[in-house]
């Protein structure tokens, strides 16, 4: 399993960082992102934290721990020039919290953060075709979540991202050890998305190109 969205008790998640780990281990995943909740005010410290815990974890076994920041509930102005401060830092992964249909966030957070070459656009919500489009043209990877609210929109991301070309992730959003998922959980959830093999490969190899890139950095 490679997972490159989950949260840990540095923002709204249940864990430390090396129990997230390790729990996710037992479940089989070969990379982990841990990508807290962060804004202008904690961002530097988080990163610094995750980094610690992946310095500390990373010695040979799997999961391998990529150190991530997930932008939230920011001002759509605001995301890029705090990711272009987040790149200077030396974060590896950057996610923002898209416009989910179960959470109040601003209008115009999808294209802003699409602009802003993030690398996720966590649960898009109902994004439009442009958008889909402008993030297959910079590379922005958009998710199909496995976290309850969140999945609402699955099967309309799946569809406008096919359409269009985009590519596509399943991640937990996992917060607690409840939430994380098997491969095989993966799978099913791009499945009930309208993903039909080889699309389905194709989600996970790319997943995994994207994980290993990440992991170099």
Do not use: C
């Not at 390790?22 to 992102?33: C, E, I, P, T, W």
């Amino acid at each position: 399993m490679i997972d490159l969205h989950t949260h840990t008790l540095y923002s709204d998640g249940e864990l430390i960082p090396s129990e997230l780990w390790r729990r996710a281990q037992v479940k089989g995943y070969r990379y982990l992102a841990i990508t807290d909740h962060v804004d202008a005010s904690n961002f530097e410290v988080v990163f610094a934290r995750l980094q610690t815990a992946a310095l500390s974890l990373n010695r040979g076994d799997y999961p391998v721990l990529i150190p991530g920041l997930e932008f939230t509930h920011l001002p759509p102005a605001l995301i890029g020039p705090l990711t272009a401060q987040a790149r200077a830092l030396g974060v590896p992964l950057i996610v923002v919290h898209g416009e989910s249909l179960v959470e109040p966030v601003a209008p115009g957070t999808n294209r802003a953060a699409i602009e802003a070459d993030v690398d996720i656009l966590a649960h898009p919500g109902l994004i439009t075709l442009e958008e889909a489009a402008r993030a297959r043209e910079r590379g922005v990877y958009l998710e199909l979540s496995a976290r309850k609210g969140h999945a609402l929109a699955n099967g309309h991301v799946a569809r406008v991202a096919q359409e269009v070309g985009a590519s596509l992730l399943v991640n937990s959003d996992a917060h607690g050890p409840s939430d994380l998922i098997t491969r095989h959980q993966a799978e099913r959830i791009a499945r009930g998305a309208g993903l039909r093999d080889p699309a389905v490969q194709t989600l996970f190899a790319e997943a995994e190109a994207l994980a290993h890139r990440l992991s170099e950095l």
